[in-house]
């Protein structure tokens, strides 16, 4: 306990400390920026810690790690340009609440649900990483086919008004998503002869073209017309735009529900963000005392993505300190980086590398704390964004998402698949069909057809077997009750 | 003010004079990585750039055009001018195995090779709880049940233990997984009997988290002369795995011996050694292009030997 402690202070040093805070504005800056997203940032920040110390380099990592998990709210919320498939479930309350006026209550209800999701997870993470680890093993392919199926059910949900529309969004994007290799025998499929397809659609690319770009289309479309009541609409906002901390109090059922999600999802590798953002909205949705209100910009919506989405970061480095399992691409990133550190992970890193582990963790406190700092110093600076004209800003945000896609995903073919999903993306928007599922559909398909195949393959030569997975069982059971259930209520829970 | 005149006239005079006696390189050089940013095979591209660019004089731009296991970048390199000012950095396997599945449209032939750089090592894993210890164990412990479960990365890790169930006559149920981190999750969780692994297995080993049952290199894991390669145990097959630099097809000799020996000396650097035994751990190792080439043939000979033997 003692060597806890001080491996703990060790990490209170200046360097550390200025290299966490440097991490953060960089996350911050680079998760704002349309276009660019957290993973991105990470990428470009490792090189720049090849130099430091082990402790100093990934301090600033985790720092950029978690100041990008905010960052990337801020577009979402205030652009309604997303960077990342999870952040379109922030969009879903946070655009709406900016545009009506009040951009400073919603951004700080994401920070505040943000860190407080990032401290519980942590918080998980450090007391009790081994065990959980060792728990979240156990999870195979036959049960993570089965925790997909029932959220894939959870989220219908959120399909809008249409249930029909919905289901095809996500048929769709299921279907887009197999363009790649088979991950079973290597054939190509729907690549069509390019190379750039063999590894499927690049996600990022699709995301922004299918999210922002329409978005950005659309107030394009406004151009002059924005008129000067909507501006004056917003400088009346003053007044009551700030969320204080007593309000802030009333959504802690939702944050922690949000983060409890993230934390389940994050220790289980290969699940990831957009599965706990949106699981956590519909979970909201559901016990909502006011659920007619999600999605019109209600500070609740905003909460439950963001605690949740936050939360999955720090829960993510349970298997990956203790098993050197990445769980999504940006824990891949820090694993490169320990690599290159020399921390080896493995069962054996909290005796192996203590003062590390534990400086390590010392620095994501310190990281969390500063989120909050330098996020509340810049939440002035950010709402103004929403007093530039369309006119003006939007343009920059275009030019932003064609570099970002450009430079991160390699390459024109990226930017093509962009501007080719944005087309996509803005007939989906005037027809009315949910954009939301159909990245749901993207993001989970792939994950959904790998886990059941394995399964199969699995269970082929003895398919009694699946007897020895009651857990997988029991929730392939549920679902098509929870299915009933939902269906029953529609009513009440869609937005209509 | 006189300095910047006679550097411009300088300069001048060298741009009409560029073909007689151009030095290689005059100009920053664009190094196209296979593999994403931040994994061991960036990093290893990164530190050789970094030496590079100090014996050169130029800056080295790296660039990241991961995807298809170096096939994305294999395709952009070959389409580039063969001046030298773009190469590549991939796999071996990128060469002389890719192309045989069929479906990529180049070959070995379409490159010029600069050099290889440094070896991988791949091993096959078992959980700690497995029936067995060794390969031998395995074997048996799959003819009693009549299967075994295998957790596959790459489609020749697939083929080779594909070769390996024909040879032996045991049922091999393959388990695609994505990526090393499905692999591991699988094996560490139990839910396979064997797994595929990059050389992230050896210090789990080390770590007694899981078993290491065969080497798939021919070189074999030097700190552990306990591992048997498949190659001793007589199947006469193995993964060979190297990283590779290349360019364009038709590079001018002289550009090519000149990388060359940039890269030579680049692997010799303490940095470089330190990454590749103890934070990557694959082993050193340095071929020249030629050695490169003929490297290659040799290997997808081999390759399409085992491929036809499994279709058989």
Same mark, same amino acid.
């Given at each position: 306990?003692?060597?806890?402690? &001080?491996?703990?202070?060790?990490?209170l040093?200046?360097?550390?400390?200025?290299?966490?805070?440097?991490?953060v504005m960089?996350?911050?800056?680079?998760?704002?920026?349309?276009?660019?997203?957290a993973?991105?940032?990470?990428?470009?920040?490792?090189p720049?810690?090849?130099?430091?110390?082990?402790?100093?380099?990934?301090?600033?990592?985790?720092?950029?790690?978690?100041?990008?998990?905010?960052?990337? *709210?801020?577009?979402?919320?205030?652009?309604?340009?997303p960077?990342?498939?999870?952040?379109?479930?922030?969009?879903?309350?946070?655009?709406?609440?900016?545009?009506?006026?009040?951009?400073?209550?919603?951004?700080?209800?994401?920070?505040?649900?943000?860190?407080?999701?990032?401290?519980?997870?942590?918080?998980?993470?450090?007391?009790?990483?081994?065990?959980?680890?060792?728990? *979240?093993?156990?999870?195979?392919?036959?049960?993570?086919?089965?925790?997909?199926?029932?959220?894939?059910?959870?989220?219908a949900?959120?399909?809008g008004?249409?249930?029909?529309?919905?289901i095809?969004?996500?048929?769709?994007?299921?279907?887009?998503?197999t363009?790649?290799?088979?991950?079973?025998?290597?054939?190509?499929?729907?690549?069509?002869?390019?190379?750039?397809?063999?590894?499927?659609?690049?996600?990022?690319?699709? &995301?922004?073209?299918?999210?922002?770009?329409?978005?950005?289309?659309?107030?394009?479309?406004?151009?002059?017309?924005?008129?000067?009541?909507?501006?004056?609409?917003l400088?009346?906002?003053?007044?009551?735009?700030?969320?204080?901390?007593?309000?802030?109090?009333?959504?802690?059922?939702?944050?922690?529900?949000?983060?409890?999600?993230?934390?389940?999802?994050?220790?289980?590798?290969?699940?990831?963000?957009?599965?706990?953002?949106?699981?956590?909205? *519909?979970?909201?949705?559901?016990?909502?005392?006011?659920?007619?209100?999600?999605?019109?910009g209600?500070?609740?919506?905003?909460?439950?993505?963001?605690?949740?989405?936050?939360?999955?970061?720090? &829960?993510?480095l349970?298997?990956?300190?203790t098993?050197?399992?990445?769980?999504?691409?940006?824990?891949?990133?820090?694993v490169?980086? =320990?690599?290159?550190?020399?921390?080896?992970?493995?069962?054996?890193?909290?005796?192996?590398?203590?003062?590390?582990?534990?400086g390590?963790?010392?620095?994501?406190?310190?990281?969390n704390?500063?989120?909050?700092?330098?996020?509340?110093?810049?939440?002035?600076? =950010?709402?103004?964004?929403?007093?530039?004209?369309?006119?003006?800003?939007?343009?920059?945000?275009?030019?932003?998402?064609?570099?970002?896609?450009?430079?991160?995903?390699?390459?024109?073919?990226a930017?093509?698949?962009?501007?080719?999903?944005?087309?996509?993306?803005?007939?989906?928007?005037?027809?009315?069909i949910s954009?939301?599922?159909?990245?749901?559909?993207?993001?989970?398909?792939?994950?959904?057809?790998?886990s059941?195949?394995?399964?199969?393959?699995?269970?082929s030569?003895?398919? &009694?077997?699946?007897?020895?997975h009651?857990?997988?069982?029991?929730?392939?059971?549920?679902?098509?009750f929870?299915?009933?259930?939902?269906?029953?209520?529609?009513?009440?829970?869609?937005?209509? | 003010?006189?300095?910047?005149?006679?550097?411009?006239?300088?300069?001048?005079t060298?741009?009409?004079?560029?073909?007689?006696?151009?030095?290689f390189?005059?100009?920053?050089?664009?190094?196209?990585?296979?593999? @994403?940013?931040?994994?061991?095979s960036?990093?290893?591209?990164?530190?050789?750039?970094?030496?590079?660019?100090?014996?050169?004089?130029?800056?080295?731009?790296?660039?990241?055009?991961?995807?298809?296991?170096?096939?994305?970048?294999?395709?952009?390199?070959?389409?580039q001018?063969?001046?030298?000012?773009?190469?590549?950095?991939?796999?071996?396997?990128?060469?002389?195995?890719?192309p045989?599945?069929?479906?990529?449209?180049?070959?070995?032939?379409?490159?010029?090779?600069?050099?290889?750089?440094h070896?991988?090592?791949?091993?096959?894993?078992?959980?700690?709880?497995?029936?067995?210890?060794?390969?031998?164990?395995?074997?048996?412990?799959?003819?009693?049940?009549?299967?075994?479960n295998?957790?596959?990365?790459?489609?020749?890790? @697939?083929?080779?233990?594909?070769?390996?169930?024909?040879?032996?006559?045991i049922?091999?149920n393959?388990?695609?997984?994505?990526?090393?981190?499905?692999?591991?999750?699988?094996?560490?969780?139990?839910?396979?009997?064997?797994?595929?692994?990059?050389s992230?297995?050896?210090?789990?080993?080390?770590d007694?988290?899981?078993?290491v049952v065969?080497?798939?290199?021919?070189?074999?894991?030097?700190?552990?002369?306990?591992?048997?390669?498949?190659?001793?145990?007589?199947?006469?097959?193995?993964?060979?795995?190297?990283?590779?630099?290349?360019?364009?097809?038709?590079?001018?000799?002289?550009?090519?011996?000149?990388?060359?020996?940039?890269?030579?000396?680049?692997?010799?650097?303490?940095?470089?050694?330190?990454?590749?035994?103890?934070?990557?751990?694959?082993?050193?190792?340095?071929?020249?292009?030629?050695?490169t080439?003929?490297?290659?043939?040799?290997?997808?000979?081999?390759? @399409?030997?085992?491929l036809?033997?499994?279709?058989?």
């Amino acid at each position: 306990m003692d060597m806890i402690f &001080a491996a703990m202070l060790d990490a209170l040093s200046l360097t550390t400390f200025l290299s966490v805070v440097l991490g953060v504005m960089i996350g911050i800056v680079i998760g704002a920026v349309p276009g660019l997203n957290a993973p991105m940032a990470i990428a470009v920040a490792i090189p720049l810690t090849f130099t430091m110390t082990p402790l100093a380099a990934i301090g600033m990592l985790v720092g950029v790690m978690k100041g990008g998990g905010f960052g990337g *709210a801020i577009g979402a919320i205030l652009l309604n340009t997303p960077g990342e498939p999870h952040s379109a479930a922030t969009t879903l309350d946070g655009y709406p609440l900016a545009k009506g006026g009040k951009p400073r209550r919603a951004l700080q209800t994401a920070l505040y649900s943000s860190v407080a999701g990032d401290s519980c997870s942590d918080l998980v993470l450090i007391l009790l990483a081994p065990t959980l680890a060792v728990f *979240a093993l156990r999870a195979g392919p036959v049960e993570l086919a089965a925790i997909l199926v029932i959220s894939l059910t959870l989220i219908a949900s959120l399909s809008g008004r249409s249930l029909a529309k919905g289901i095809f969004a996500a048929a769709l994007g299921a279907f887009l998503a197999t363009v790649g290799v088979d991950p079973e025998t290597a054939a190509p499929r729907f690549t069509f002869g390019q190379v750039e397809l063999f590894d499927g659609l690049p996600l990022a690319a699709v &995301a922004i073209g299918v999210l922002a770009v329409p978005e950005i289309i659309l107030r394009l479309q406004e151009g002059r017309r924005y008129s000067a009541d909507a501006s004056r609409g917003l400088a009346n906002s003053e007044g009551d735009d700030r969320l204080t901390f007593g309000e802030f109090l009333t959504l802690r059922r939702t944050v922690f529900r949000g983060a409890g999600i993230g934390t389940a999802i994050g220790a289980l590798p290969g699940l990831g963000t957009t599965l706990a953002a949106f699981l956590s909205y *519909a979970a909201t949705k559901r016990f909502s005392a006011a659920p007619e209100k999600l999605g019109t910009g209600a500070t609740e919506g905003i909460a439950a993505t963001e605690s949740a989405n936050s939360a999955v970061s720090g &829960a993510n480095l349970i298997p990956l300190l203790t098993l050197g399992i990445p769980g999504n691409l940006t824990a891949a990133l820090l694993v490169g980086a =320990f690599l290159i550190h020399g921390v080896t992970p493995g069962p054996l890193i909290f005796q192996r590398d203590t003062s590390l582990v534990y400086g390590l963790f010392a620095a994501m406190i310190m990281a969390n704390v500063m989120v909050l700092i330098i996020g509340s110093l810049g939440l002035r600076v =950010f709402a103004l964004i929403v007093k530039v004209p369309p006119f003006v800003i939007y343009p920059i945000v275009l030019l932003l998402c064609v570099v970002g896609i450009y430079v991160s995903q390699g390459g024109f073919f990226a930017v093509w698949v962009m501007l080719a999903f944005a087309v996509l993306g803005f007939f989906m928007l005037k027809l009315e069909i949910s954009i939301v599922c159909f990245i749901i559909g993207l993001v989970l398909g792939p994950m959904i057809e790998l886990s059941i195949r394995q399964s199969v393959i699995l269970l082929s030569r003895n398919p &009694a077997a699946i007897l020895d997975h009651p857990f997988a069982l029991i929730l392939f059971a549920a679902s098509p009750f929870v299915a009933w259930l939902l269906i029953r209520d529609r009513n009440r829970l869609s937005d209509g | 003010m006189k300095h910047s005149k006679i550097l411009a006239l300088a300069a001048a005079t060298m741009a009409f004079a560029v073909p007689a006696w151009a030095d290689f390189p005059e100009k920053p050089i664009n190094l196209v990585v296979g593999f @994403r940013a931040g994994g061991g095979s960036d990093t290893a591209a990164r530190i050789l750039a970094a030496e590079m660019e100090e014996a050169l004089g130029q800056k080295i731009i790296v660039e990241n055009r991961g995807g298809a296991g170096g096939a994305v970048t294999t395709e952009y390199v070959r389409a580039q001018e063969p001046d030298g000012y773009s190469i590549g950095f991939a796999v071996a396997t990128t060469f002389s195995f890719t192309p045989l599945t069929g479906s990529v449209a180049y070959t070995p032939d379409d490159v010029t090779f600069i050099a290889t750089t440094h070896g991988y090592r791949t091993v096959m894993a078992a959980p700690l709880d497995a029936p067995f210890d060794d390969w031998a164990g395995m074997l048996d412990a799959a003819k009693e049940r009549g299967w075994i479960n295998y957790a596959s990365i790459i489609p020749l890790d @697939r083929a080779i233990m594909q070769y390996v169930g024909k040879k032996e006559d045991i049922a091999v149920n393959i388990v695609p997984t994505r990526g090393g981190a499905g692999a591991r999750q699988a094996v560490l969780g139990g839910h396979v009997d064997l797994a595929f692994s990059g050389s992230n297995a050896l210090p789990m080993m080390e770590d007694g988290a899981l078993k290491v049952v065969v080497a798939l290199n021919p070189e074999g894991i030097e700190e552990h002369p306990g591992i048997p390669t498949l190659d001793a145990l007589g199947y006469g097959v193995s993964a060979v795995e190297a990283a590779v630099f290349f360019g364009p097809d038709d590079m001018d000799a002289e550009t090519v011996a000149k990388l060359e020996s940039v890269l030579a000396q680049a692997v010799q650097s303490d940095r470089f050694k330190d990454f590749v035994n103890n934070k990557f751990r694959g082993f050193e190792t340095f071929k020249t292009g030629t050695e490169t080439a003929e490297g290659i043939a040799s290997d997808a000979k081999a390759y @399409r030997d085992l491929l036809d033997f499994i279709s058989e």
